[in-house]
């Protein structure tokens, strides 16, 4: 397949579309067969991400549950997120969350747009972006990003956040992914389900 050539991209060839189609129903196959053996655990959730990096053509991402305060305000939880620590300090962040996941609460940002609306939200230039929050010193510098929500019908359940492909992003990106994003969408559903209906039981 042709470098950061997505299905409804430029210059694409039948090949490119064969090729593409055939990496589709593999992650799709992997993910289910993978939470079948061992639902949503912390290999399930890195597999997703990976998979999710790979076909976009990214360099870094994050996927986790959507969470909701008591007073009905979203949150985020990261329950898979690409390492890419640049400190000390940042290792040890990184490692102290990797198991729990991180959670990110602040609604005015990029991310947060995703959280608040449930809308797919692109940047093409995230440090100039009037809705970026800014980033930890010494982070490497976003050069793309795109939020992508997970729903269960119209409940936001989980996100995708994806940064740095070579060559930007578009919304065509969330329709070539769909498929994928179906699935994931649909595991994060079986499994919140799973988990309140044994939570049921103890009660």
Not at 190 to 201: M, P
Request: charged share 25%; with cysteine; hydrophobic share 40%.
């Amino acid at each position: 397949m042709s470098s950061n050539a997505y299905p409804s991209g430029p210059g694409r060839t039948a090949e490119d579309e064969r090729d593409w189609l055939l990496s589709v129903l593999r992650v799709q196959a992997d993910l289910q067969d993978l939470y079948i053996r061992h639902g949503a655990d912390r290999s399930w959730w890195d597999a997703a991400l990976r998979s999710l990096i790979a076909l976009s053509g990214s360099a870094f991402g994050f996927l986790g549950r959507v969470y909701r305060d008591p007073d009905d305000r979203p949150f985020l939880q990261t329950l898979a997120i690409t390492d890419i620590a640049w400190n000390e300090w940042s290792r040890q962040l990184f490692d102290e969350y990797a198991v729990d996941g991180l959670k990110f609460r602040k609604l005015d940002s990029l991310f947060g747009i995703t959280l608040a609306t449930g809308d797919v939200v692109v940047s093409d230039d995230p440090a100039r972006d009037p809705r970026r929050c800014g980033l930890p010193p010494g982070h490497p510098p976003l050069t793309g990003y795109i939020g992508l929500p997970l729903k269960d019908g119209e409940t936001l359940i989980g996100m995708l956040g994806l940064a740095n492909c070579p060559g930007g992003y578009s919304l065509a990106l969330e329709e070539d992914l769909r498929p994928v994003l179906s699935v994931v969408g649909q595991m994060i559903a079986r499994d919140i389900a799973e988990r309140r209906a044994a939570e049921a039981v103890e009660t």
